[in-house]
């Protein structure tokens, strides 16, 4: 896979995604905290691709997991990085499918440490339909 014909999301619309949600969610604590972290989150995707040949899953999980390790915002972190990849993945053709405790589970297991990079990517692709 190349990166050519993938939509990624830049800075710039990952902090409109969060401001978003961090409004439907009324959250007082709203904004980014390290800017460079969440680059370094954002790139990770690309670098998937490039280094790994990594499918539109794989680049999904790396992004995910990149954004909560990272905790680049001042609050709403795993909602966030939840939010920015279903996008990351609508904007690519693919619906992620799933209920508010499926998406507290995977979020929650990636901050423990207890699923890795496949697994992840094995729950998106589950989880995902065309679009």
Same mark, same amino acid.
């Given at each position: !896979?190349?990166?050519?014909?993938?939509?990624?999301?830049?800075?710039?619309?990952?902090?409109?995604?969060? $401001?978003? =949600? !961090?409004?439907?969610?009324?959250?007082?604590?709203?904004?980014?905290?390290?800017?460079?972290?969440?680059? @370094?989150?954002?790139?990770?995707?690309?670098?998937? $691709?490039?280094?790994?040949?990594?499918?539109?899953?794989?680049?999904?999980?790396? =992004?995910?997991?990149?954004?909560?390790?990272?905790?680049?915002?001042?609050?709403?972190?795993?909602?966030?990085? @939840?939010?920015?990849?279903?996008?990351?993945?609508?904007?690519?053709?693919?619906?992620?499918?799933?209920?508010?405790?499926?998406?507290?589970?995977? $979020?929650?297991?990636?901050?423990?440490?207890?699923?890795?990079?496949?697994?992840?990517?094995?729950?998106?692709? @589950?989880? @995902?339909?065309?679009?």
């Amino acid at each position: !896979m190349t990166t050519e014909n993938v939509h990624y999301i830049e800075v710039e619309d990952a902090f409109v995604l969060h $401001v978003e =949600l !961090m409004q439907i969610w009324n959250e007082k604590r709203c904004g980014i905290d390290q800017r460079e972290l969440l680059e @370094s989150a954002l790139a990770r995707p690309k670098h998937a $691709v490039i280094y790994g040949n990594a499918d539109i899953f794989a680049q999904a999980a790396t =992004l995910i997991y990149g954004l909560i390790k990272n905790h680049p915002w001042l609050g709403g972190n795993k909602r966030t990085a @939840s939010y920015i990849t279903d996008t990351f993945l609508q904007l690519n053709g693919y619906a992620a499918i799933y209920s508010p405790k499926e998406g507290y589970e995977i $979020v929650l297991a990636i901050d423990l440490d207890n699923v890795g990079l496949d697994e992840i990517e094995e729950w998106y692709r @589950s989880k @995902s339909k065309k679009i």
